[in-house]
């Protein structure tokens, strides 16, 4: 009786912790287009590069998204207006910001816990400017 429970929470466990690992993975592979973004970031395929090659050995990573944009950012700092093109002039009082956002993400299957099982992704917004 205990054998069987140890065993049922040892494989609970290692569901858990796959799941954690990838989550982890998941986020440094998205901070590594994040690096490369915030040198280029209108290169989609070099940030493209930096994604996978930090995701070495993974085949089912898929980029849901790389999109540079612009907000304004009022004089004094009080807050960010909505995004606005990056070729408009904020205006005076004003500063114009650039960003990059990523999002990555990888299929999880858990083995023992199939509720844990799903999409593991992660954003990450970068300034360039």
Do not use: K
């Not at 993975?25 to 994040?34: S, T």
């Amino acid at each position: 009786m205990v054998a069987s429970i140890l065993a049922v929470s040892l494989m609970s466990v290692y569901d858990i912790a796959n799941a954690v690992q990838q989550n982890i993975r998941v986020r440094e592979v998205v901070r590594a287009g994040g690096i490369y973004a915030q040198t280029y970031p209108y290169d989609t395929t070099g940030i493209t590069a930096a994604i996978n090659n930090a995701a070495s050995g993974w085949t089912n990573l898929t980029i849901n998204e790389i999109t540079p944009y612009c907000q304004c950012w009022n004089s004094p700092p009080t807050a960010f207006q909505n995004s606005v093109s990056c070729d408009n002039d904020c205006g005076s009082d004003q500063t114009q910001l650039g960003f990059v956002r990523i999002q990555v993400s990888r299929p999880f299957t858990a083995m023992f816990l199939p509720g844990l099982s799903g999409n593991t992704t992660a954003t990450h917004a970068v300034r360039y400017q």
